[in-house]
Structure formats: structure tokens, C-alpha cells
């Protein structure tokens, strides 16, 4: 079944928000198109949207829905920095659900509720909610069966909910969902919420190790997952050592893609930043080819003498493959006069210069993305998500 999301999402992918109305206005079911509506607004805050999600609120005439429908539109009014007014919906949300006289539905209800309030980055409330309904649902188990399908519908909620919360939290929303899985005795289902949960708590404990570890083993989609909770810094070289992986694996647009959110937490964090790390990193870019990603993370470097090598390096590589006008360009940017002088020492002929310092003089006629032979490359098993693939919206979870 296409979910709401998936059919407006071509529209908004090319930012046609006006067609991503209209398509959405086509959606028969109330609910379904104020979900749909939700997620325009979220990238079309315009007061026609809001409008026609009122609309679609009055057409929705079961308490339960009517339930889920206020929480969607406090998320949407928070998303329109009317806090007030979204509070208020969530309240009016929580109260209508006492009118459902179906406990399965009155907890599916209350599931609903609890994941736009994460939605809304009120992570404490929501784990409340939450809380709420599955013990309601584990309550009246025995008196309907159907109370066992709502439980499930609920932990599938809690699930997504937990994988995207970017921090501590998101243990007691798996450990919530373990608990839930125990109580129906799935249990290959809550031991894998088990080991999600050891390897948060590795993460937390040792750092980007652990991280880079995913990695090395091509565990990728896990690493990404596991990245949320390391410091700002961390992260940065985390997604680094992913682009770079991505990159030496041939998946260039995802390795953009990390490289730049990298580049983002750097421009945008506050934090001190781990130059041996960072130049580390941009040394394994520069051995498989890659040296406009090495130049852009010399650019980060502020110790002189640390810059100042790798761009020259850097300098050296582009000389070996014939780009002398670029090589010379980097070397006037260069700002350690004796690493300057011995950079051009090599470019000039006397190459043992360069090897006495560490410079690699390497042999002309690699290519952009070659991998040498002692690159490192060697079979990773592992599957990473190609773009373009079907990615679950928001909006459709409630």
C-alpha cells in the first residue's frame, strides 16, 4: 500500500508545493490527507495549508481519529512556532481520548499521540504516553485479541520513535519496546531490541571507536544509526570515516552526502575540533584520489604546521599527475615557510628533499578515485541504502 507520504513526495522532492496540494486534496480519506498536509507544511508553512487541515479535521468523525488529528495539528502548529496553540491541541488530543470507549482503540489512540509528541521534540511526554498505552493495551490483552494487534501497531511506533531520537533517551524508548515484545513473548524481536540496546550503551561508553568499528565491517546502516549519539565532534569524524568508506565502496552520491553533513557540524558546532583525527582522515582521501576532499579539510586545520604538511602533500600529488597550475595555486597558500621551501624543492627536481621529510612522491597517472594497492581496500560485507529508495515519512506514523 503507498503510503500518503510516498504520494506527495515526488512534488515536494522538485519544491512543486502548489502540486503537492493539490494532490493531497485528491485524498479521500480525512485523515489520510491531514496527514499528507502536515508533512507540506512542514516545507510550505502557509496559512492555505493550515486551512485546509481544519478542513480535513471537521470531516473526521470517530473520537479516536478525531484524537490523533488534534496531536497531528499540534505538531503542525509548533512547526508555525505557535507553541501555545499546539499545547492546547495536544491537551484537547489527550482528553478526547477518555471519550473512545474501545480500549484497543483508546490505545492506539494514545500511541498516536505519544509519537507526534516526539515528532514535536517533547521526547519525555511522549515516552509517557507511551508508557500509558501500553499499559492499557497489556491490561485488556486478555479480555480482546484485537488489544494484542494494537499493542504491536503501538510497539512499531515506539520502534521508529527510538531510532530517531539523537540521544540517551532513545534507551528507554527500546527498552520500553523490549519489555513489550518479553510481555508477548516474541523473542527473537526482543532480543534484537536487547542487542540495539548493548551497542547504544558501548557507544556511549566508548565513543567513536565503536563507530568506526560499523564501519570497517561495512555495517553501515547501524554506524549512521549509532552516530546520534556521539558528541558533535565525534560525529563529524564519524561521518567523515563514512564518506570515505561510501567513496572507497563506489557509492559516490551517499559519500557526498556524508561529506558535507560532516562539513555542516563543523561550520556549525561548537566544539574544539580533533585536528589529528580530521588530518588523518584526509590523508586516506588523498591516497585513493580523492584531493578536493583532502583540500577542503586542510581548510579546517588551524595548527600551521599540521595544514601547512598536508597541503603539501597535497601539492605534490597534484604536480605527479600534470596539474601544475593547481599545485602551484595550493602552494602559495601554504603558510609554514620551511615546509613551503621544501614542497618547492621537490617540484623543482630534488626529490629526495621530499622523501627525507615524508612526502610521498608518487608515480603520475592515477586517477580521480583509483585505489592504489596498499589502499586498504578489501571485502566489506554490508549493504548500504541506495538513494532513491522508499524512506518512511513522518507524518504517516500516526
Same mark, same amino acid.
Given at each position: 500500500?503507498?503510503?500518503?507520504?510516498?504520494?506527495?513526495?515526488?512534488?515536494?522532492?522538485?519544491?512543486?508545493?502548489?502540486?503537492?496540494?493539490?494532490?493531497?486534496?485528491?485524498?479521500?480519506?480525512?485523515?489520510?490527507?491531514?496527514?499528507?498536509?502536515?508533512?507540506?507544511?512542514?516545507?510550505?508553512?502557509?496559512?492555505?495549508?493550515?486551512?485546509?487541515?481544519?478542513?480535513?479535521?471537521?470531516?473526521?468523525?470517530?473520537?479516536?481519529?478525531?484524537?490523533?488529528?488534534?496531536?497531528?495539528?499540534?505538531?503542525?502548529?509548533?512547526?508555525?512556532?505557535?507553541?501555545?496553540?499546539?499545547?492546547?491541541?495536544?491537551?484537547?488530543?489527550?482528553?478526547?481520548?477518555?471519550?473512545?470507549?474501545?480500549?484497543?482503540?483508546?490505545?492506539?489512540?494514545?500511541?498516536?499521540?505519544?509519537?507526534?509528541?516526539?515528532?514535536?521534540?517533547?521526547?519525555?511526554?511522549?515516552?509517557?504516553?507511551?508508557?500509558?498505552?501500553?499499559?492499557?493495551?497489556?491490561?485488556?490483552?486478555?479480555?480482546?485479541?484485537?488489544?494484542?494487534?494494537? =499493542?504491536?501497531? &503501538?510497539?512499531? /511506533? @515506539? %520502534? !521508529?520513535?527510538?531510532? +530517531? #531520537?539523537?540521544?540517551?533517551?532513545?534507551?528507554?524508548?527500546?527498552?520500553?519496546?523490549?519489555?513489550?515484545?518479553?510481555?508477548?513473548?516474541?523473542?527473537?524481536?526482543?532480543?534484537?531490541?536487547?542487542?540495539?540496546?548493548?551497542?547504544?550503551?558501548?557507544?556511549?561508553?566508548?565513543? =567513536?571507536?565503536? &563507530?568506526?568499528? /560499523? @564501519? %570497517? !565491517?561495512?555495517?553501515? +546502516? #547501524?554506524?549512521?544509526?549509532?552516530?546520534?549519539?556521539?558528541?558533535?565532534?565525534?560525529?563529524?569524524?564519524?561521518?567523515?570515516?563514512?564518506?570515505?568508506?561510501?567513496?572507497?565502496?563506489?557509492?559516490?552520491?551517499?559519500?557526498?552526502?556524508?561529506?558535507?553533513?560532516?562539513?555542516?557540524?563543523?561550520? &556549525?558546532?561548537?566544539?574544539?575540533?580533533?585536528?589529528?583525527?580530521?588530518?588523518?582522515?584526509?590523508?586516506?582521501?588523498?591516497?585513493?584520489?580523492?584531493?578536493?576532499?583532502?583540500?577542503?579539510?586542510?581548510?579546517?586545520?588551524?595548527?600551521?604546521?599540521?595544514?601547512?604538511?598536508?597541503?603539501?602533500?597535497?601539492?605534490?600529488?597534484?604536480?605527479?599527475?600534470?596539474?601544475?597550475?593547481?599545485?602551484?595555486?595550493?602552494?602559495?597558500?601554504?603558510?609554514?615557510?620551511?615546509?613551503?621551501?621544501?614542497?618547492?624543492?621537490?617540484?623543482?627536481?630534488?626529490?629526495?628533499?621530499?622523501?627525507?621529510?615524508?612526502?610521498?612522491?608518487?608515480?603520475?597517472?592515477?586517477?580521480?578515485?583509483?585505489?592504489?594497492?596498499?589502499?586498504?581496500?578489501?571485502?566489506?560485507?554490508?549493504?548500504?541504502?541506495?538513494?532513491?529508495?522508499?524512506?518512511?515519512?513522518?507524518?504517516?506514523?500516526?
Amino acid at each position: 500500500m503507498i503510503t500518503v507520504v510516498e504520494v506527495i513526495a515526488p512534488y515536494l522532492e522538485r519544491a512543486d508545493y502548489k502540486g503537492a496540494l493539490e494532490r493531497a486534496m485528491e485524498i479521500n480519506s480525512p485523515i489520510r490527507r491531514l496527514i499528507a498536509l502536515s508533512e507540506i507544511l512542514t516545507a510550505y508553512p502557509k496559512d492555505e495549508v493550515l486551512a485546509a487541515m481544519f478542513d480535513a479535521l471537521e470531516e473526521i468523525k470517530t473520537t479516536a481519529e478525531r484524537a490523533v488529528a488534534y496531536s497531528i495539528l499540534g505538531r503542525s502548529l509548533y512547526v508555525l512556532n505557535r507553541d501555545k496553540d499546539a499545547e492546547l491541541y495536544f491537551e484537547r488530543a489527550i482528553a478526547e481520548t477518555s471519550m473512545v470507549s474501545s480500549l484497543p482503540l483508546r490505545g492506539e489512540a494514545l500511541g498516536g499521540i505519544a509519537r507526534n509528541l516526539v515528532l514535536s521534540d517533547r521526547y519525555d511526554e511522549g515516552l509517557k504516553l507511551f508508557r500509558e498505552a501500553v499499559e492499557l493495551l497489556q491490561a485488556s490483552r486478555a479480555l480482546s485479541s484485537s488489544a494484542v494487534s494494537s =499493542l504491536l501497531k &503501538v510497539a512499531r /511506533l @515506539i %520502534e !521508529r520513535s527510538a531510532g +530517531e #531520537i539523537p540521544n540517551e533517551i532513545a534507551l528507554e524508548f527500546y527498552r520500553l519496546l523490549r519489555s513489550v515484545y518479553s510481555s508477548l513473548n516474541f523473542k527473537l524481536q526482543a532480543k534484537h531490541v536487547e542487542d540495539r540496546i548493548e551497542l547504544i550503551e558501548e557507544v556511549l561508553r566508548r565513543g =567513536l571507536v565503536v &563507530v568506526e568499528d /560499523l @564501519i %570497517e !565491517r561495512g555495517e553501515v +546502516e #547501524i554506524a549512521m544509526s549509532m552516530m546520534r549519539f556521539l558528541p558533535l565532534e565525534s560525529r563529524a569524524i564519524a561521518m567523515l570515516e563514512l564518506s570515505y568508506w561510501l567513496f572507497l565502496h563506489e557509492q559516490p552520491k551517499l559519500a557526498r552526502k556524508a561529506f558535507e553533513d560532516a562539513l555542516e557540524i563543523f561550520f &556549525v558546532g561548537k566544539f574544539r575540533v580533533n585536528e589529528a583525527a580530521v588530518e588523518a582522515v584526509a590523508r586516506r582521501f588523498l591516497r585513493i584520489g580523492f584531493l578536493d576532499e583532502a583540500l577542503i579539510l586542510a581548510g579546517i586545520l588551524s595548527e600551521k604546521k599540521r595544514s601547512s604538511e598536508l597541503l603539501g602533500d597535497i601539492v605534490i600529488t597534484y604536480w605527479r599527475l600534470g596539474d601544475e597550475g593547481k599545485a602551484r595555486s595550493i602552494l602559495e597558500g601554504i603558510s609554514d615557510e620551511d615546509v613551503k621551501k621544501r614542497v618547492l624543492a621537490v617540484l623543482e627536481g630534488d626529490e629526495d628533499v621530499g622523501h627525507e621529510q615524508g612526502l610521498p612522491l608518487t608515480g603520475g597517472g592515477e586517477e580521480r578515485g583509483d585505489v592504489p594497492e596498499d589502499g586498504g581496500a578489501r571485502e566489506v560485507q554490508g549493504k548500504v541504502e541506495q538513494e532513491g529508495g522508499a524512506t518512511a515519512g513522518k507524518g504517516d506514523d500516526s
